[in-house]
Each structure stands twice: as C-alpha cells, then as structure tokens.
C-alpha cells in the first residue's frame, strides 16, 4: 500500500510513514479488518466518520487510506498553531477517541495549571483522568466518560512506531 499512502500523505503534507504506522497499528494491514465497534478497513474507519466523509465500501483499500488520511489531516488542522510533535499527538489521540474528548483533556490541563498544548505530562494524564468521575463529570468537560488509556497507549504506540519507520524506511 505504499504509493497508495505516499500520494495520500502527500495531500496533507505529512511523513508517509506516519500514515503507514496508523495503518499498521489500527489494522496491521489487513484491508479487510473490523473492529467490534464497527470501525472497518485499513485505518480503521468509524461507520459514521465514513458516511460523512463520503466512504461508501470501507474495505476498498485505495478510498479507505485517502479518507481516512484526509481525516487525520482534518484532525492535524484543529491544532495547526501547534509545534510539529505536539501537533501530531494530540491529532493521533483525536484521530482515536474524537476531537471532543481532546478538548475536554485540554481544558482540564488548563484548569489544573498543566500545558493545554502540551502532550506528554500535560494533556496526555489529562486524558486517562477522563475515565474517572471526578473528571469527566467536571464542568469543564463537554463530552463525558473516556476511557483514556486505549488513546494514551494508542499515541505513544503510533510516534514509536513512527520513528522506527522514519530510522529504517527510506523517506
């Protein structure tokens, strides 16, 4: 897949192999893939992120990586004010669980005198305190329960990914 994901990352202007580690890690390349949550295809597309976005057979491997690509470049642009790095993982950690949970981790950093733009140490705890009451029913938080580690484990797994992508596979 590719120069699928090459021509695809290249019309968000983004490492390819960052869009190769998504794959790897939402299907492990299998474009047949479906999750119990009903996330299908090689990046693992939600059925209603598919229907908006206009994907309309989620195991076709071309149209699936160039959605969900241009989803995640979506996701790139509500931090787009941001340092690179910051930038991808809260991006990754939306492209997972949704840009409002993000948002809600986001506040409740700043409400605790943490970084809002800050991932590592700052939104990321944020974001796995979202599983417990005492956060999610915080008045900062909009978008309710979350359960935080699979997003929290899902970044850090991904730029791992990343970077050994980037150490090893030819740009």
């Not at 090459?6 to 869009?19: E, M, Q």
């Not at 479906?34 to 491997?61: C, H, N, R, V, Y």
């Not at 071309?62 to 995640?72: C, Q, S, W």
Request: some cysteine.
């Amino acid at each position: 897949y590719d120069a699928i994901i090459k021509a695809a990352a290249k019309k968000i202007d983004v490492d390819w192999r960052l869009i190769a580690a998504i794959v790897a890690h939402e299907s492990k390349f299998d474009k047949d893939a479906q999750a119990w949550t009903g996330a299908a295809g090689l990046m693992q597309i939600m059925p209603e992120t598919a229907e908006k976005l206009g994907l309309k057979d989620p195991f076709d491997a071309r149209r699936n990586i160039e959605v969900g690509t241009r989803y995640f470049g979506t996701m790139l642009g509500y931090f787009k004010s941001l340092d690179s790095a910051n930038r991808i993982m809260l991006a990754l950690a939306s492209y997972n669980v949704g840009y409002g949970h993000v948002r809600d981790a986001m506040a409740l950093a700043e409400k605790y005198g943490r970084d809002p733009n800050q991932w590592e140490g700052n939104v990321d705890e944020m974001l796995l305190m979202k599983s417990s009451p005492e956060y999610y029913q915080d008045p900062v938080v909009k978008n309710g329960y979350c359960r935080g580690r699979q997003p929290y484990e899902y970044v850090y797994d991904i730029v791992e990914r990343f970077h050994n992508y980037q150490q090893f596979i030819p740009y």
